[in-house]
Nanobody, 127 residues
Framework: VQLQASGGGLVQAGGSLRLSCVFS????????MGWFRQHPGKEREFVAAISWSDVRTYYEDSVKGRFTISRDNAKNTVALQMNNLKPEDTATYYC?????????????????????WGKGTQVTVSS
């Protein structure tokens, strides 16, 4: 399995960005998908996850109401729409895929045990 993330960049506080991740090399619809982020000098942390069926979504508390995760099983992609961005959202964002249920992801320190990771994409929010 390979994951290719894109869409990061520099944006002012209050702005929006949309991250996208393309999945290849496996059966996308059997994987739960999600995003983690890593702030400079800190461990990776959970941001959002979506079940394989696209029915259930989960978010870290600080992004609830601002970020939306979605997936397109026909195009093998998962997206993270980020609105009302804040300087504290500045981080490297990582796409992830795992066969374990999406509801468990927030309880995984640093994403420990996640099956597959994409290369990070940098998001910088200026104040």
């Amino acid at each position: 399995v390979q994951l290719q993330a894109s869409g990061g960049g520099l944006v002012q506080a209050g702005g929006s960005l949309r991250l996208s991740c393309v999945f290849s090399g496996g059966t996308f619809s059997t994987y739960h998908m999600g995003w983690f982020r890593q702030h400079p000098g800190k461990e990776r942390e959970f941001v959002a996850a979506i079940s394989w069926s696209d029915v259930r979504t989960y978010y870290e508390d600080s992004v609830k109401g601002r970020f939306t995760i979605s997936r397109d099983n026909a195009k093998n992609t998962v997206a993270l729409q980020m609105n009302n961005l804040k300087p504290e959202d500045t981080a490297t964002y990582y796409c992830a895929a795992d066969t374990s249920d999406a509801s468990w992801w927030s309880g995984r320190p640093s994403g420990h045990g996640i099956d597959y990771w994409g290369k990070g994409t940098q998001v910088t929010v200026s104040s």
